[in-house]
């Protein structure tokens, strides 16, 4: 967990600490307005609660829609293909680079999932994949295709699955 932390720590860029800045000045301003307000005890309430509220919730979502803004990209599965003589799976796609940003890295990432027929059981299935395989690209300008081909194995899995592909650029 603390390799996490600090990996996530180290990855912030410039936006993330304007962002969680921003959101802290404004955490501070309502506390401080909300104590002026005191007299008016509804009021004072309601913006020390709608101070927390931002202070929770504003980094979070703040940087996940940002991210999701700078980073944008589109990853499409062009075939896939369960090798005969080998326990493997050939994964082919392309990575589309719709931001207004170079990327520097991307990570694109291959699972193979489970399929039962219960829409409730696939969704769960999502979270703990077969398999997962994950390849680098790097300097992919904007508005630029790329292609990819990412190699599964050893996959054993007999039955039926699913093979989903997603990047995540910096």
Known sequence: ?????STFIN??????YVL????????????????WQRKKVGLAV??????????ILGPTLGYLKMHNYLFKNDTQLSSQKKLNFTQAIVVKGTLLNES??????????ASANKISGN???????RFNPLKQMSILEYNVPKGELREFKIIIEPFTYSKDYNISVEAKCK
């Open 11 to 16: 990855e912030l860029i410039s936006y993330d």
């Open 1 to 5: 967990m603390a390799s996490k932390i």
């Open 46 to 55: 309601f913006f020390i609660s709608l101070s927390f509220l931002i202070l």
């Open 100 to 109: 207004k940003f170079d990327f520097q890295t991307c990570k694109i990432t």
């Open 20 to 35: 969680f800045g921003g959101v802290f000045v404004l955490f501070i301003l309502l506390i401080i307005f909300g104590i």
């Open 119 to 125: 829409a409730l059981k696939d969704y769960i299935f």
